[in-house]
Every structure is written in C-alpha cells, then in structure tokens.
C-alpha cells in the first residue's frame, strides 16, 4: 500500500475537474488505472471511514468523507 499515492490520487480528484466526471461515471476503473492496489480501491468502495483512515494517516476526517460522498453519487 502507498499512502503517499492514495493522498495524491485523492488531491488530484479534488483539483482535477475531468478526474473528478470520470471517477463519478467509473470510481473503479479511475482508481485502477491511476494505480492504487486492490486493498485501497475496496476501502474506498466500501466507504468504510476507519478503514481508509487507517490508510490516510492523521488528519485523514475530511478527505474520507470527500472521497465517501463522490462514490456515493
């Protein structure tokens, strides 16, 4: 697991208007062709909080409930 590529994958989402569209329509196929492993990409998908903090480190309140409400669309 790379916490360093999960936190900049989400940053991205959060800057990257046309990652953003894409992950909305295909959450799993974005995550996968940005490289995040099998482990992470089920996290997200369960949105699963503790989970992904657990991943995420410190700090991590904010983001996974971001991350959550995108996949919940």
């Known amino acids: 697991m790379s916490k360093q590529k999960l936190e900049e994958f989400i940053i991205q989402l959060s800057e ?6 894409s992950y909305i329509e295909n ?3 974005v995550m996968q062709k940005i ?3 099998e482990q992470e990409i089920k996290a997200i ?3 699963d909080k503790r989970q992904i903090s657990a991943m995420l480190g ?4 904010l983001i996974v409930t971001g991350i959550i409400h995108l996949v919940k669309k």
């Open 16 to 21: 990257d208007s046309d990652l953003k569209q």
């Open 27 to 29: 959450p799993m196929a």
């Open 45 to 47: 998908m369960s949105g």
């Open 35 to 37: 490289g995040l492993e």
């Open 58 to 61: 410190q700090d991590a309140e």
